[in-house]
Antibody, heavy 126, light 106 residues
Framework: QVQLVESGGGLGKPGGSLRLSCAASGFTFNDYYMSWVRQTPGKALEWVSFISKKGETTYYRKSVEGRFTVSRDNAKNSLYLQMNNLRTEDTAVYYC???????????????????WGQGTLVTVSS | EIVLTQSPSTLSLSPGERATLSCRASQTISTSLAWYQQRPGQAPRLLIYDASHRATGISPRFRGSGSGTDFTLTISSLEPEDFALYFCQHRSNWPTFGQGTKVEIK
């Protein structure tokens, strides 16, 4: 069965960095686009980033663009999120998610989020 | 950006009752809407996609309906495990979520 296991969360300082990892199993990892979705302390869900099957295309929500970098290692069935210049508003549970995709004008976007990891908590505080 | 507004924020019901949750989009979105359930301490779980299609393994007591700007998730007869948080989501160009409806035991 599909399993997604996140790690790397913890306490980070404003302006600091953290790197999240997601180990995937139970499916052919390099056949799927992947996303990160976060849930704030107030329970709001926010899509964070999206990466293509080979990793050559990435997208981010505006508030993290330029600070976060999503990547993947298909040989290791792993997804990563490098989080730099952390802000207090980045505090959230971060989920690794496998989504369906839809093509619009030749560009692929995440559609619906089918499989979720258990999440890893990131707390940004001084 | 399309905004999804869910109502009510909290629904207090007893087991066996019917639950009706609403999600309204700020612009017409055809049937491009999903519903998720999140039980305490767990990740969200996809229930409904394309407004009315149940995801694999989802009980028939969950029914999604609507199109355009107004959508509804109906739980026909609440089981104890259905008391949870529910979110709607639109794919748009970039996904957006509603703020959630908590279904709690009355």
């Amino acid at each position: 069965q599909v399993q997604l296991v996140e790690s790397g969360g913890g306490l980070g300082k404003p302006g600091g960095s953290l790197r999240l990892s997601c180990a995937a199993s139970g499916f052919t990892f390099n056949d799927y686009y992947m996303s990160w979705v976060r849930q704030t302390p107030g329970k709001a869900l926010e899509w964070v980033s999206f990466i293509s099957k080979k990793g050559e295309t990435t997208y981010y929500r505006k508030s993290v663009e330029g600070r976060f970098t999503v990547s993947r290692d298909n040989a290791k069935n792993s997804l990563y999120l490098q989080m730099n210049n952390l802000r207090t508003e980045d505090t959230a549970v971060y989920y690794c998610v496998r989504a369906t995709v839809i093509a619009v004008d030749g560009v692929f976007y995440p559609e619906y989020f089918y499989y979720w990891g258990q999440g890893t908590l990131v707390t940004v505080s001084s | 950006e399309i905004v999804l507004t869910q109502s009510p924020s909290t629904l207090s019901l007893s087991p066996g009752e019917r639950a009706t949750l609403s999600c309204r989009a700020s612009q017409t979105i055809s049937t491009s809407l999903a519903w998720y359930q999140q039980r305490p301490g767990q990740a969200p779980r996809l229930l409904i996609y394309d407004a009315s299609h149940r995801a694999t393994g989802i009980s028939p007591r969950f029914r999604g309906s609507g199109s355009g700007t107004d959508f509804t998730l109906t739980i026909s007869s609440l089981e104890p495990e259905d008391f949870a948080l529910y979110f709607c989501q639109h794919r748009s160009n970039w996904p957006t979520f509603g703020q959630g409806t908590k279904v709690e035991i009355k």
